[in-house]
T-cell receptor, first 114, second 114 residues
Framework: LAKTTQPISMDSYEGQEVNITCSHN???????ITWYQQFPSQGPRFIIQ???TKVTNEVASLFIPADRKSSTLSLPRVSLSDTAVYYC???????????????FGKGTKLSVIP | NAGVTQTPKFQVLKTGQSMTLQCAQD?????MYWYRQDPGMGLRLIYY???????DKGEVPNGYNVSRLNKREFSLRLESAAPSQTSVYFC?????????????FGQGTRLTVV
């Protein structure tokens, strides 16, 4: 099982870049790294996914070093609306052949301060 | 598109009562999931269905049963509710039960057992 470790919480001021690092030392060869965002009283929402190097979309960037044992979610110039919990997920194979479970840890609670 | 729809949104049960949480998706996804989220905690997988006709236990299946009624619908049943099952329940779906496919979540069902 590929477990992840990420900080419990982070604070940032508006306009700053925020980097949240996730450790996944026993990531498997075929595993992808996926980040979800959850606002209070809502279900999680997919924000970005990568396998290696760097991925960027309109919301965030994801940096993955060559050994893939960690990854960093980067949120540029955060605003108050980015206050949420961010989850790092790595593939977790379930009991069925070829099936994977989406396993969420406790995530990182990001608080953006005015 | 409605995405993932859960009913009801709120429910209060007495200890020992039974109920079924309904979930439907309109994205023609093969895989569906049920999670629970306790206050201040991450999501824990209860059951999942990798494809129509299959179901598998997740991390916390005790006290629950599921039915994959058809490709669209995946229900979660509490046969004899207990206060420990007070939680927010999220249903999710994805094209396949693999991490490199985006999962879509419903808005949640807030269940209180008294």
């Amino acid at each position: 099982l590929a477990k992840t470790t990420q900080p419990i919480s982070m604070d940032s001021y508006e306009g700053q870049e925020v980097n949240i690092t996730c450790s996944h030392n026993n990531i498997a060869t075929n595993d992808y790294i996926t980040w979800y965002q959850q606002f209070p009283s809502q279900g999680p929402r997919f924000i970005i996914q990568g396998y290696k190097t760097k991925v960027t979309n309109e919301v965030a960037s994801l940096f993955i070093p060559a050994d893939r044992k960690s990854s960093t979610l980067s949120l540029p110039r955060v605003s108050l609306s980015d206050t949420a919990v961010y989850y790092c997920l790595v593939g977790d194979k379930g009991s069925g052949a070829g099936s994977y479970q989406l396993t969420f840890g406790k995530g990182t609670k990001l608080s953006v301060i005015p | 598109n409605a995405g993932v729809t859960q009913t009801p949104k709120f429910q209060v049960l007495k200890t020992g009562q039974s109920m079924t949480l309904q979930c439907a998706q309109d994205m023609n996804h093969n895989s569906m999931y049920w999670y629970r989220q306790d206050p201040g905690m991450g999501l824990r997988l209860i059951y999942y269905s990798a494809s129509e006709g299959t179901t598998d236990k997740g991390e916390v299946p005790n006290g629950y049963n599921v039915s994959r009624l058809n490709k669209r619908e995946f229900s979660l049943r509490l046969e004899s509710a207990a206060p420990s099952q007070t939680s927010v329940y999220f249903c999710a779906s994805s094209e396949w039960a693999e991490l490199n496919t985006e999962a879509f979540f419903g808005q949640g069902t807030r269940l209180t057992v008294v």
